[in-house]
């Protein structure tokens, strides 16, 4: 959430600037608006941030229609666009009680995370002609044009992508996606291995831990996977602990390790520990204490 910024202070300085020339001052609130920031991922509130995003979101997409190949607004709304989704959007359906809730807000997650996956292939599609028809037909190749400035873009459009396979594991069309995720990611790891203290690490926990060994999975790389996470996060970050948990253990069946696991997330100082991840911190645990909940169902004993 660390890229989203509140724009209602920046609003003053548009509107003392209605003299200057309009693409001007589009361009400086885009770049101004796309850079970055600690406002929402320092955050000890997570209902208020979920509230505030949308119209951070929204107002990105309307500079973005003045600026149609800005990257930074590109990054920024397929990072957010993927963050609103998993981190809300989906927790929210799957704790939902009513199926017709919880089936329309998985539905919902998924136009999200496509709408986000699509700000992510224009974003690497600028400056790289025939990029998105590439990715198509050649991942492996297309990715490899991809340089280090571009590792967020590689990052978060894969994540929307994978989100959005794993969301819908009905949809064939999607399934067939996934060896183009993967290549995105595993350029954005030969690139920058320690992008978000072990943010790609910990998909491709995920991404080994939850495909049985037939379809190429390995726990094994999974469990290599979560040590370099903890490791580059300095243990600053609870999210690796919840997707070991979520993806390897349930895998193995190990209900001691999962419980473990979710137990140490549950017991870092959230608010107080890393202030840098506070909010995703928060969001993590909230995942644990639900998947505690459903460790009988989970676990064949």
């Given at each position: 959430m660390?890229?989203l910024r509140?724009?209602p202070i920046?609003?003053p300085?548009?509107l ?6 309009k693409?001007?001052v589009?361009?400086r609130v885009?770049?101004a608006v796309?850079s ?5 991922a320092?955050?000890?509130?997570p ?5 505030a995003?949308?119209f ?5 997409e309307?500079l973005?229609?003045?600026?149609p190949e800005?990257?930074?607004?590109l990054?920024?709304l397929c ?7 998993v981190?809300?959007v ?7 009680r ?13 136009r999200?995370l496509?709408?986000a996956?699509?700000?992510?292939v224009?974003g690497l599609?600028v400056?790289r002609?025939?990029?998105a ?6 991942p ?5 044009t991809v ?13 929307a992508?994978s989100?959005?396979v794993?969301s819908?594991?009905?949809d ?5 996606d996934?060896p183009?995720?993967e290549a995105l990611?595993?350029?954005?790891l030969?690139?920058d291995?320690?992008?978000g203290d072990?943010a790609?690490?910990?998909?491709f926990?995920?991404?080994e831990?939850s495909?049985p060994?037939?379809?190429?999975g390995?726990v ?9 996470a ?7 970050k609870?999210?690796?602990?919840v997707?070991?948990a979520e993806t390897v253990?349930v895998?193995?069946q190990?209900?001691k390790?999962?419980l473990?696991l979710?137990?140490?997330a549950l017991a870092?100082d959230?608010?107080?520990?890393a202030?840098e991840y506070?909010l995703?911190n928060?969001v993590?645990q909230?995942r ?6 459903k460790?009988?169902?989970l676990f064949?004993?």
């Amino acid at each position: 959430m660390g890229r989203l910024r509140l724009l209602p202070i920046l609003l003053p300085a548009v509107l003392l600037s209605a003299c200057s020339p309009k693409a001007y001052v589009v361009s400086r609130v885009a770049d101004a608006v796309s850079s970055g920031g600690e406002v929402f991922a320092r955050d000890d509130d997570p209902d208020l941030v979920r509230d505030a995003t949308p119209f951070g979101l929204k107002a990105m997409e309307s500079l973005l229609s003045e600026r149609p190949e800005h990257k930074g607004l590109l990054t920024a709304l397929c990072g957010g666009f993927t963050q609103y989704a998993v981190a809300f959007v989906r927790q929210d359906a799957e704790e939902a009680r009513d199926p017709a809730m919880r089936r329309g807000g998985m539905e919902r997650v998924v136009r999200l995370l496509l709408r986000a996956k699509a700000y992510g292939v224009r974003g690497l599609a600028v400056g790289r002609e025939g990029f998105a028809e590439r990715l198509r037909t050649d991942p492996a190749g297309a990715a490899a044009t991809v340089g280090m400035e571009d590792v967020p873009l590689l990052y978060w459009t894969s994540a929307a992508w994978s989100a959005a396979v794993a969301s819908s594991p009905g949809d064939p069309a999607l399934l067939a996606d996934l060896p183009r995720c993967e290549a995105l990611m595993r350029r954005a790891l030969a690139l920058d291995e320690r992008f978000g203290d072990g943010a790609i690490h910990e998909y491709f926990v995920a991404f080994e831990g939850s495909r049985p060994e037939a379809m190429g999975g390995s726990v094994a790389k999974a469990r290599r996977h979560f040590e370099r996470a903890m490791e580059l996060s300095r243990g600053r970050k609870v999210s690796p602990l919840v997707t070991f948990a979520e993806t390897v253990s349930v895998r193995t069946q190990n209900r001691k390790e999962y419980l473990d696991l979710l137990d140490r997330a549950l017991a870092f100082d959230a608010r107080g520990g890393a202030p840098e991840y506070r909010l995703s911190n928060l969001v993590a645990q909230r995942r644990a204490r639900w998947l505690k909940g459903k460790a009988d169902a989970l676990f064949i004993e």
